[in-house]
């Protein structure tokens, strides 16, 4: 299976995605620059993280106009299994694939740490192969990830089992200690109604080696090869 | 024409970057600055025959991209 990864001027984590699907996981992987109007037969999209277009604007504000933008608005909404990681995770929120926005971290610091996030729900092409309430391991680097939605949005959200990965502690439990952005709900994570769009904060593609401090961000990867295999999530062509 | 947009974040989404400012001003012994909202500032040159035309052209550049609607609103003024 092919995996698609987004190339935005100013994207600095594609050839850690790239790298995990194609030498940790053996699968096919292409970069794709931004300007490009063909996702190439991939079976999944990766946006990557970074600082798309300079965070001109607002994060993630200005590559929703990249042409690629077209084809990944279509591939999702033919159901392809779709991963915002950080940036990435921005530029799905400012393209509407999944709601909500970001705001600056409560405490205006940029996060350049390991954190856990718990694994809420497995129906997911990004959490296929994991157990549900799964603790991961896996760095985040961000100064705007307080993911904000207004209230109704937010009960929305978790009524549909959207909130797919949550800040926790080493325990695993929901505290606001284990917050490190103030995001409601300790949200790191979410998937849109139909469940093949998935974004969030963290950075699985940084944690895929124990060479690098964690291997827990693999099964997000391992996941969508799962979740591709079975059919679960295909992009209807 | 010109237009000004301002756009701020809206009264109900906490603004960590205003309140640091505020609490910087009282630093500085300006106790009577109560609050501070920080926002962004556009200024438009607009070819449009009149002031409306110009301020609905610039509500829709608010609209779709200088302001996200999810945490932001807006005011435009425009010279006349």
């Given at each position: 299976m092919k995996f698609a990864v987004v190339v935005f001027p100013g994207s600095n984590c594609d050839h850690d995605a790239h790298y995990a699907a194609e030498h940790v996981l053996g699968q096919q992987a292409e970069l794709v620059w931004h300007k490009d109007t063909s996702l190439r037969g991939a079976d999944v999209v990766v946006l990557p993280g970074g600082?798309?277009?300079?965070?001109?604007?607002?994060t993630g504000a200005i590559a929703r106009f990249s042409p690629i933008m077209q084809e990944v608005k279509t591939f999702a909404a033919a159901g392809g299994p779709v991963l915002g990681i950080c940036n990435g995770f921005q530029v799905l929120l400012e393209a509407g694939l999944?709601?909500?926005?970001?705001?600056?971290?409560?405490?205006?610091?940029f996060?350049?740490?390991?954190?856990?996030?718990?694994?809420?729900?497995t129906?997911?092409?990004f959490t296929a192969a994991c157990e549900p309430g799964r603790r991961l391991r896996i760095p985040i680097a961000h100064g705007e990830g307080n993911y904000f939605a207004d209230p109704d949005v937010v009960e929305r959200l978790e009524r549909n089992r959207q909130v797919i990965f949550r800040y926790v502690d080493a325990t695993g439990a929901v505290t606001d200690a284990a917050n490190p952005n103030g995001s409601v709900n300790n949200i790191a994570g979410l998937c849109n109604e139909?469940?093949?769009?998935?974004?969030?904060?963290?950075?699985?593609?940084?944690?895929?080696?124990?060479?690098?401090?964690s291997a827990d961000g693999l099964v997000l990867f391992e996941s969508a090869v799962k979740a591709v295999a079975e059919g679960a999530f295909a992009a209807a062509r | 024409?010109?237009?000004?947009?301002?756009v701020t974040l809206k009264p109900s989404v906490f603004d960590p970057q205003g309140t640091t400012v505020v609490?910087?001003?009282?630093?500085?012994?300006?106790a009577a600055v109560k609050d501070v909202r920080q926002g962004k500032y556009f200024e438009l040159e607009i070819d449009?025959?009149?002031?409306?035309?110009?301020?609905?052209?610039?509500?829709?550049?608010?609209?779709k991209l200088l302001a996200n609607p999810v945490i932001e609103s807006y005011r435009i003024e425009v010279d006349r």
């Open positions: 600082f798309a277009h300079g965070d001109y604007l607002r999944l709601p909500g926005a970001m705001l600056r971290n409560r405490d205006l610091r996060h350049c740490e390991h954190v856990y996030v718990r694994v809420e729900h129906d997911t092409p139909r469940r093949n769009v998935v974004g969030l904060m963290p950075h699985p593609e940084r944690a895929c080696e124990l060479a690098v401090g | 024409m010109r237009a000004r947009v301002f609490e910087a001003l009282h630093t500085l012994g300006y449009a025959a009149t002031a409306d035309e110009a301020t609905r052209l610039a509500s829709e550049a608010a609209d």
